[in-house]
C-alpha cells in the first residue's frame, strides 16, 4: 500500500500525462478553453479527494478521468441549456410588456387622433377600420355619398399617416383590432 505523498506524486503524474489531452477533449463539448481546464481541474479534485482507490490502476484512472470529463461537460451543457431557455424566457416577457406597453400607447394615440378630426372623418374611419363596413353601408348609414365616404376616409387617413409615419405598418394593423 502506497502512502500519501507516492498517492499525490502519482496523481501529479496523471495530471501531467492526461490534462492537456482531456481539456482538449472537453473542447468537443464545450465553448471556451476555459470552461474546459475548469472541467478538468474539478474531475482532478475528485480525483485528489479518490486517489487511494483510482490510483491502483492507471487504466482505472485513465478511463475515470475521460468518462467524468464527458459527464461534467454534458451536465454544463444541460444546465446552460436550462438556464438560456430560463433566460430566453424571460427576456421574452419583458419584450412582451414593452410590447403592450407600446401597444397601449399607440393605440391611445391613434383614438387621441381621431378624436381631434371632424365628426363625420371619425365615423367614416371608425366605420370602415373598426367595424369593417364597406364604403356603400357607410354611405348609407350616414345618409352621405359614396365620393365623400372616400374623400373622408382619404382626408382621415392621410392625418394619421402624417401623425403615424414612423408606425404606418401598425397604425393599420390598430386601426382594424382598435374595437375588438
Not at 8 to 19: G, N, P, R, S
Not at 66 to 95: G, P
Not at 100 to 124: S, Y
Request: proline residues 1%.
Amino acid at each position: 500500500m502506497k502512502n500519501q505523498n507516492d498517492l499525490d506524486h502519482d496523481l501529479q503524474h496523471i495530471f501531467d500525462k492526461y490534462a492537456k489531452n482531456l481539456c482538449l477533449y472537453a473542447l468537443n463539448y464545450l465553448e471556451t478553453e476555459a470552461d474546459a481546464e475548469d472541467i478538468v481541474q474539478d474531475v482532478f479534485i475528485r480525483c485528489w479527494e479518490k486517489r487511494d482507490i483510482l490510483l491502483s490502476d492507471e487504466k482505472v484512472i485513465k478511463t475515470y478521468l475521460f468518462n467524468s470529463v464527458r459527464n461534467a461537460c454534458l451536465d454544463k451543457i444541460e444546465k446552460k441549456d436550462v438556464m438560456r431557455y430560463h433566460i430566453d424566457i424571460i427576456k421574452q416577457e419583458i419584450i412582451d410588456e414593452e410590447t403592450i406597453t407600446f401597444d397601449e400607447k399607440l393605440l391611445l394615440e391613434i383614438r387621441e387622433e381621431l378624436a381631434q378630426m371632424p365628426d363625420q372623418t371619425q365615423k367614416v374611419i371608425t366605420r370602415v377600420f373598426m367595424q369593417d363596413m364597406k364604403y356603400q353601408e357607410v354611405a348609407d348609414d350616414l345618409h352621405i355619398s359614396i365620393n365623400t365616404v372616400k374623400t373622408l376616409l382619404r382626408n382621415g387617413i392621410k392625418h394619421l399617416r402624417s401623425h403615424f409615419s414612423q408606425h404606418l405598418e401598425l397604425l393599420i394593423f390598430y386601426l382594424q383590432k382598435a374595437t375588438r
